[in-house]
């Protein structure tokens, strides 16, 4: 019986400091903030900073509003009502965003700061315009780092991107 909690606990022992080689607790800034965006020069692409339907208070340097769950096409007008060429992500593009922290949220909340009010009980999940199956788009779930695929109908968070200026086609 000894033996056994002995070598449960060095397991676990193991096992975390395996976890702490693979995460990070404090990630590096990859992200030039500007106000309410923020400029990933390596991918050439521009992020709203906050979840689509709130918006970015400077004095506060925060997001305000309620954010709500958009169905793709909700939420494909409501980026083309945005100013400025606004879109939803690839899958690709969002990947871009995930962080290996080691506990909360996959991405880094200081550029971010409001993508945990996407989780409407399932997690902090954000739709991609990344068709999986005719009427099924991917989207990421940055509570957990995992991407999957849910129903157009359904009610997801949203991130807008657009293409940064001067980026090559």
Same mark, same amino acid.
């Given at each position: 019986?000894?033996?056994?909690?002995?070598?449960?606990?060095? &397991?676990?022992?193991?096992?975390?400091?395996?976890?702490a080689a693979t995460c990070v607790e404090h990630p590096p800034l990859q992200l030039?903030?500007?106000?309410?965006?923020?400029?990933?020069?390596?991918?050439? !692409?521009?992020?709203?900073?906050?979840? !689509?339907?709130?918006?970015?208070?400077?004095?506060?340097?925060?997001?305000?509003?309620? #954010?709500?769950?958009?169905?793709?096409?909700? #939420?494909?007008?409501?980026?083309?009502?945005?100013? &400025?060429?606004?879109?939803?992500?690839?899958?690709?593009?969002?990947?871009?965003?995930?962080?290996?922290?080691?506990? &909360?949220?996959?991405?880094?909340?200081?550029?971010?700061?409001?993508?945990?009010?996407?989780?409407?009980?399932?997690?902090?999940?954000?739709?991609?315009?990344?068709?999986?199956?005719?009427?099924?788009?991917?989207?990421?779930?940055?509570?957990?780092?995992?991407?999957?695929?849910?129903?157009?109908?359904?009610?997801?968070?949203?991130?807008l991107v657009k293409d940064a200026k001067g980026k090559r086609q």
């Open positions: 019986m000894r033996l056994g909690v002995g070598l449960s606990c060095f &397991g676990g022992l193991l096992l975390s400091s395996a976890v030039q903030i500007a106000s309410d965006s923020a400029l990933d020069s390596q991918a050439q !692409l521009v992020w709203k900073r906050c979840l !689509l339907g709130t918006t970015w208070n400077a004095r506060t340097k925060g997001c305000e509003g309620v #954010a709500k769950g958009y169905s793709q096409k909700e #939420a494909q007008r409501a980026a083309q009502a945005v100013l &400025g060429e606004w879109r939803l992500p690839t899958e690709p593009e969002l990947e871009t965003l995930l962080v290996e922290s080691c506990a &909360g949220l996959k991405l880094d909340r200081r550029v971010f700061p409001n993508v945990a009010a996407a989780d409407f009980g399932e997690g902090a999940k954000i739709w991609t315009s990344s068709e999986a199956l005719p009427g099924m788009f991917y989207f990421l779930n940055f509570s957990v780092g995992g991407l999957d695929m849910h129903s157009a109908g359904f009610g997801l968070g949203v991130l």
